[in-house]
């Protein structure tokens, strides 16, 4: 898959219109310019937090509408209360996924990369430990939490290709560090508002009642506080799954949506990499 490419963004357009404005406005009344300026100061405070802006670069975040299909993602995991139960049930709806996980937990628990893999389910890049303030850090710690990551998936046997911010949020360097990295920007189209499982109730209802063909539908592979959690949110995977049936929406594979590679895999089955848990 090609590197993410690097034309122009439309903050790059926007930045030079607002300039021209402000020259021209400066022409006519000083205290003119101000206005062009910091309504360009203005959008990229504010467009970056909208998981569908493209304003600093290509971000997908949905697939073709043509093919009454929808692709499941899983972010922050994985997690050794949920992760194992929810392949368990993705397989029982032979349902592929994605998921985007932290480097950090990769590490922790290089099994449960293993069983996602075997599973024939997908990888992503969501950052080494998912700080939600990355994308107000420096250069060299954004760098830092996307490349650790990917050699953390480079010991599992895979190269993921798609990366998803923390949060969802982008901001002027990301584009840079992806590109170094050979990825693409992909982030999601339906959440669930789910406060990342601190709010499981009515999750599958929420998803349903807005979901569309080629959606890229965010859930979260981690651990619901309170007893009875995991229980609770697996009923809810469970009803979502029935629920994107009963309205013909078929669940693939998140590369498929989107007609681009998710991830490589550098060692093929049989090596470390793709050995199912046991079988090293």
């Known amino acids: 898959m090609k590197a993410v490419p690097s034309p122009w963004s439309p903050a790059h357009r926007t930045g030079i219109a607002s300039l021209l404005l402000a020259a021209g406005a400066a022409a006519v009344?000083?205290?003119?310019?101000?206005?062009?300026?910091?309504?360009f100061l203005l959008l990229c405070a504010v467009l970056p937090f909208f998981s569908r802006s493209s304003f600093f670069l290509p971000v997908i975040s949905?697939?073709?509408?043509?093919?009454?299909?929808?692709?499941?993602?899983f972010d922050d995991g994985p997690d050794p209360r949920v992760t194992p139960r929810l392949l368990e049930l993705l397989a029982a709806a032979e349902v592929p996924a994605a998921f985007f996980v932290t480097g950090e937990r990769a590490a922790r628990?290089?099994?449960?990369?293993?069983?996602?893999?075997?599973?024939?389910?997908?990888?992503?890049?969501?950052?080494?430990?998912?700080?939600?303030?990355l994308m107000l850090r420096p250069m060299s710690v954004l760098r830092r939490e996307v490349e650790e990551a990917q050699q953390i998936f480079a010991e599992a046997g895979i190269r993921p290709r798609a990366f998803r911010p923390p949060v969802g949020i982008t901001n002027p360097r990301l584009p840079l560090a992806l590109r170094?990295?050979?990825?693409?920007?992909?982030?999601?189209?339906?959440?669930?508002?789910?406060?990342?499982n601190r709010r499981?109730?009515?999750?599958?209802?929420?998803?349903l009642q807005r979901v569309r063909p080629g959606?890229?539908?965010?859930?979260?592979?981690?651990?619901?506080?309170?007893?009875?959690?995991?229980?609770?949110?697996?009923?809810?995977?469970g009803?979502?799954?029935?629920?994107?049936?009963?309205?013909?929406?078929?669940?693939?594979?998140?590369?498929?949506?989107?007609?681009q590679s998710v991830m490589e895999r550098t060692c093929g089955p049989g090596k470390k990499?793709?050995?199912p848990p046991g079988q090293e």
């Open 29 to 39: 009344e000083p205290l003119w310019a101000v206005v062009p300026l910091a309504s």
């Open 62 to 73: 949905s697939g073709n509408p043509d093919g009454n299909a929808v692709s499941l993602t």
């Open 200 to 207: 499981v109730a009515g999750l599958a209802g929420r998803l």
């Open 239 to 259: 009803a979502l799954l029935r629920g994107l049936r009963a309205r013909s929406l078929r669940a693939v594979l998140l590369s498929d949506l989107i007609g």
């Open 180 to 196: 170094e990295s050979g990825m693409i920007c992909v982030t999601f189209s339906r959440r669930g508002a789910d406060w990342g």
């Open 109 to 133: 628990y290089p099994e449960l990369i293993r069983a996602i893999l075997s599973a024939g389910h997908e990888v992503g890049n969501h950052s080494w430990r998912h700080d939600p303030l």
């Open 273 to 275: 990499g793709f050995d």
């Open 215 to 237: 959606d890229i539908l965010l859930l979260h592979d981690v651990s619901p506080p309170g007893t009875g959690g995991v229980d609770r949110w697996l009923a809810e995977v």
